[in-house]
Antibody, heavy 122, light 106 residues
């Protein structure tokens, strides 16, 4: 059974870099059928797509965050990571990692991690 | 970028009610429209893809329709476990984007 687990600091200071890792178990991150994505949800608000990465290392991100986001993949560890630079309080959110399928349910997020709350505060 | 707008943002309903949620895209997404259900403290769960195809294990009281820019999610007879937030997501083009959500409350 596929499982995704986010990990990283729960508190980040303003202007610093938020770093999260998603560990994938039960499937290979090197599958050609999926992208691996980051999505966030500010407290009490809706979902915001951050970006995703293919096993080849090809990544894209939402235009509003593109200048601050780096998404990378470590195939040897079956993990992918998110770095968000120059954070502010507006970046406080629950951060989810998810699998984006290229199969029948094209471009849907069919498996999600439980999410991790990251608070930006001094 | 494609903007997704849901309405209403919240609604009050009772067990057994028929509930309809709408989602509108700022440009055509053909039938590349997904729906998710989220309960408090949990990640979203994929309910439906391609506008009207139920994900495996989702009860048949959920149905979806629409194409182009206008879509609906209908719950035919609301059950206690259906009180949750619902999100649409366009799957037509990157950057993928979500609607603002609809909270179904008692």
């Amino acid at each position: 059974q596929l499982q995704l687990q986010e990990s990283g600091p729960g508190l980040v200071k303003p202007s610093e870099t938020l770093s999260l890792t998603c560990s994938v178990s039960g499937d290979s991150i090197s599958s050609s059928d999926y992208y691996w994505a980051w999505i966030r949800q500010p407290p009490g608000k809706g979902l915001e797509y951050i970006g995703n990465i293919y096993y080849t290392g090809s990544a894209d991100s939402a235009p509003s965050l593109k200048s601050r986001v780096t998404i990378s993949v470590d195939r040897s560890k079956n993990q992918f990571s998110l770095k968000l630079r120059s954070v502010t309080g507006a970046d406080t959110a629950v951060y989810f990692c998810a699998r984006r399928t290229l199969g029948v349910a094209t471009n849907s997020f069919d498996f999600w991690g439980q999410g991790t709350l990251v608070t930006v505060s001094s | 970028d494609i903007q997704m707008t849901q309405s209403p943002s919240s609604l009050f309903a009772s067990v057994g009610d028929r509930v309809t949620i709408t989602c509108r895209a700022s440009q055509s997404v053909r039938n590349y429209l997904n729906w998710y259900q989220q309960t408090p403290g949990k990640p979203p769960k994929l309910l439906m893809y391609a506008a009207s195809t139920l994900q495996s294990g989702v009860p048949s009281r959920f149905s979806g329709s629409g194409s182009g820019t206008d879509f609906t999610l209908t719950i035919s007879s609301l059950q206690p476990e259906d009180f949750a937030s619902y999100y649409c997501q366009q799957a037509y083009t990157t950057p993928l984007s979500f609607g603002g959500g609809t909270k179904v409350e008692i």
